[in-house]
């Protein structure tokens, strides 16, 4: 069974930077696993902001390249997103998660865990 808990989440004004971490438990690192950050604001879909596979392959979303970057350490069992240059729309509830096997070519927005989530809030 596989546990996440995000953390790092908190309100910040537009242009600033937060990093989220999420802490894995079950050593999914030693195993081949997508890990992934996904979003969801109130009234919009969930949407998919990142990925990273087991060798360190990422993908994005359109709406975060050259602002966000995902991460891992293996060693901790920790992914990471570093988020630079925030926007106001950036603000959601963001969640980690962790699918077994390879990343598809998409940046996923479904898991088959995720954890609790971490607001993150960004204002004018």
């Known amino acids: 069974q596989v546990q996440l808990a995000e953390s790092g989440g908190g309100s910040v004004q537009s242009g600033g930077s937060l990093r989220l971490s999420c802490a894995a438990s079950g050593n999914i690192y030693s195993s081949s696993y997508c890990m992934g950050w996904f979003r969801q604001a109130p009234g919009k879909e969930r949407e998919g902001v990142a990925t990273?596979?087991?060798?360190?392959?990422?993908n994005y979303a359109d709406a975060v390249k050259g602002r966000f970057t995902i991460s891992q350490d293996n060693a901790k069992n920790t992914l990471y997103l570093q988020m630079n240059s925030l926007k106001p729309e950036d603000m959601a509830l963001y969640y980690c998660?962790?699918?077994?096997?390879?990343?598809?070519?998409?940046?996923?927005?479904?898991?088959?865990?995720r954890g609790q989530g971490t607001q993150v809030t960004v204002s004018t």
């Open positions: 990273i596979d087991s060798v360190g392959n990422t």
């Open positions: 998660g962790a699918s077994p096997g390879r990343c598809g070519p998409y940046v996923g927005r479904y898991f088959a865990y």
